[in-house]
């Protein structure tokens, strides 16, 4: 297979699972618990055909991106968000202080700062510049949501419901491949390299796709905290 081929069985595949989870996600009616979740399957959706249809206006096609990584972005924290709440009424506790947030998210953005040394280009046209930047902002900011909910979790010894555990599993694991895939798209890679960073990272979020359709249709017997 030729490496556009790769990459179109890889979107159509994306496609079938999105629509798959989505549909399982209405049928369960798990969008009553989780609803920014199911917010984000439909706008995966409706991304993947409005960035199709931007290839076709080359002009519009950077734009676009910048404005579907924004959202992409803001959907992912806000989930992170919706997990944390979901993990407090599980275990049936007080939400954390804003201090313990404060704390933890402000130790996670040193650790993410840290494994990312940013490169911003001073030579390169405006949209481009301000690509390579919100790219990085991005990326990092979801690492740290992650984090502090990771820590806050373990700290205070915090169970979780299998579905919700399965869902950031999923939605984690492509926040670090999509952080990986960052730092080195900003090191000088070569153009080959690059594009076979973006069909790991595809590939990553094909796997989440997976784990979630797997929370969705696994009928979990729920748990005494």
């Given amino acids: 297979m030729t490496l556009d081929s790769i990459d179109l069985a890889m979107w159509l595949l994306a496609v079938l699972l999105e629509g798959t989870v989505l549909a399982v996600v209405l ?5 009553r618990t989780l609803p920014v979740f199911a917010c984000f399957l439909g706008w995966c959706l409706l991304s ?13 096609y950077l734009p676009a991106t910048l404005v579907n990584m924004a959202v ?5 924290i806000a989930i992170l968000a919706e997990i944390g ?10 939400p954390p202080s804003r201090v313990i947030i404060f704390l933890l998210g402000g130790l996670a953005a040193v650790v993410a700062m840290m494994l990312n040394w940013w490169r911003v280009p001073g030579d390169w046209p405006l949209l481009n510049l301000i690509y390579i930047v919100l790219l990085q902002f991005l990326a990092t900011l979801r690492l740290v949501f992650l984090l502090t909910l990771v820590w806050w979790t373990s700290l205070f010894k915090l169970r979780w419901h299998p579905r919700e555990l399965r869902i950031v599993t999923g939605l984690g694991l492509y926040i670090l491949v999509t952080f990986l895939v960052v730092v080195l798209h900003t090191h000088d890679m070569a153009s080959m390299q690059y594009h076979w960073l973006d069909q790991f990272l595809v590939a990553s979020y094909l796997w989440a796709l997976c784990l979630w359709i797997l929370a969705t249709t696994t009928k979990v017997a729920e748990q005494t905290p």
């Fill in 27 to 31: 049928w369960r009616r798990t969008y």
């Fill in 48 to 60: 993947d055909a409005g960035m199709a249809e931007m290839q076709r206006i080359p002009n519009a």
């Fill in 72 to 76: 992409d972005a803001l959907f992912q």
């Fill in 85 to 94: 709440r979901a993990v407090v009424r599980y275990n049936r506790t007080a």
